[in-house]
């Protein structure tokens, strides 16, 4: 069985298969010939966390990748990446595009087989490169080939007709006015352009004969870049995408409303491809959910956040009922500088966010208050439920070896932060600066 994995930048679940009036029908294609899973979560709201604890199958702190790996942040186990494992077992690896989880000269160390060299990560330069790769590769092995899209990180394209903004509605919790209708058609030019790149490749995968024999799986890295999603412990931030597609049980557009975890994805493939599991997978199989066998695979998922730009500690634990939130820093700033440019952030900015400071503590019913606007740590008769969630996340501190728990712990010096009080990601405090975390793109603030 082979492995094509189809990753997109930044977001979330703002494709149409769940729900939302965008454009993207090769995504809601995969979704009516697969499995789609609407409650699937990341390990980070940051990139390269997210990232490297899918493809390791463990969380964050775990692997070492706590922060931005191009802000120094690295994995302290490249052998237990899921390309190594795989091409110890006699697959071809295979990186194109997009990836955030180690510098060039790091990623044959991780086991790839072959890393096709492109000019940049974008979709419309992506796609021709992997589809070619799936017409002349070796066809004597088994492959895993992870293809990557810049898209929908930001800068968003231009759009120059202001009126394809007119009928559109911005994510919730952002205010609904004229500037945030056009960023956010901006994102809808994104995402088209990786749904069509997608049916590119997923069109090339049919013409090869290889769809019948490949397990596709289509995600994201986190929330949208937008003000309290990305780089946000809740569902904003960690909620996203998750699609996948063979030729048996996730078959038939089934849609499946249990928890899960993009840790999950590892050990599902090594059962259907009868790899025996390392044993330092933290995810379970998805079969059992998918064949009806269980009706809840988790009965809680986690999160973390150490490093962005800026260093901002946060653990959080999420049931289907709950998810608590703890800070592991004073709590006294408005962390700015891990907020994407955008309209939204400048309007948060200018009507008084900074003032806004983020609580120590949260609680959030998630079934009477899905946006988790209402804190409720402050509730007594919550206290119960707080203290049990709180107990939890220690616990699962503990026995993970998270090292926030250290009594002496410091933030690591190879890794670049900007001080947190800085507004944009470079430290420049400027409203308007056009840096940005990633130095694939040059998007602002």
């Not at 090869?208 to 994201?220: E, N, P, W």
């Amino acid at each position: 069985m082979n492995l094509l994995y189809l990753h997109t930048h930044d977001s979330g679940r703002y494709v149409s298969p769940y729900g939302f009036a965008i454009p993207t029908p090769n995504i809601a294609k995969l979704a009516q010939q697969g499995v789609l899973f609407r409650q699937a979560f990341s390990a980070a709201p940051v990139c390269s966390p997210s990232r490297a604890a899918l493809l390791h199958g463990n969380w964050p702190h775990e692997n070492g990748m706590m922060g931005l790996a191009h802000r120094g942040s690295r994995l302290t186990s490249p052998h237990q990446h899921l390309a190594y494992v795989l091409a110890q077992a006699g697959w071809q690896s295979v990186l194109i595009g997009e990836q955030h989880v180690a510098p060039p000269d790091e990623l044959m160390a991780l086991g790839y087989s072959e890393i096709l060299q492109i000019d940049n990560t974008a979709a419309q330069k992506v796609a021709p490169v992997a589809i070619n790769w799936l017409k002349q590769r070796d066809r004597c092995k088994p492959f895993f080939l992870s293809v990557g899209f810049h898209e929908t990180h930001r800068p968003y394209p231009y759009v120059a007709d202001e009126t394809q903004a007119r009928y559109l509605s911005t994510p919730p919790g952002i205010p609904d006015n004229a500037a945030n209708r056009l960023d956010m058609a901006g994102y809808h030019q994104s995402i088209k352009i990786a749904d069509e790149a997608f049916g590119q490749i997923l069109a090339a995968l049919e013409q090869t004969g290889d769809a019948d024999d490949t397990l596709v799986v289509l995600t994201t890295d986190h929330g949208l870049p937008w003000p309290n999603m990305k780089c946000t412990a809740g569902d904003a931030g960690t909620g996203v995408m998750l699609i996948i597609r063979d030729n048996g049980h996730f078959s038939g557009g089934k849609v499946i409303d249990a928890i899960v975890s993009q840790l999950d994805i590892f050990p599902t493939f090594c059962q259907l491809a009868n790899i025996p599991e390392p044993d330092w997978l933290r995810g379970e199989s998805l079969l059992p959910l998918v064949t009806g066998e269980t009706e809840q695979l988790h009965q809680q998922l986690f999160s973390e956040i150490t490093y962005h730009a800026a260093l901002e500690p946060v653990r959080s634990i999420r049931t289907a009922k709950w998810r608590f939130t703890k800070r592991f820093d004073a709590a006294d700033l408005r962390i700015l500088a891990n907020v994407d440019a955008s309209p939204s952030k400048q309007q948060f900015i200018e009507h008084g966010w900074r003032n806004w400071l983020p609580e120590g503590e949260s609680l959030f019913d998630v079934i009477l208050d899905p946006q988790e606007k209402v804190n409720l740590i402050d509730r007594i008769d919550y206290g119960e439920i707080a203290q049990q969630l709180r107990q939890q996340l220690l616990t699962w501190m503990q026995e993970t070896h998270d090292p926030l728990l250290q009594a002496d712990w410091t933030p690591d010096p190879n890794i670049y932060v900007v001080p947190r009080d800085s507004i944009s990601p470079d430290g420049d405090a400027k409203v308007n600066s056009q840096q940005n975390d990633d130095p694939t793109s040059s998007t602002v603030l």
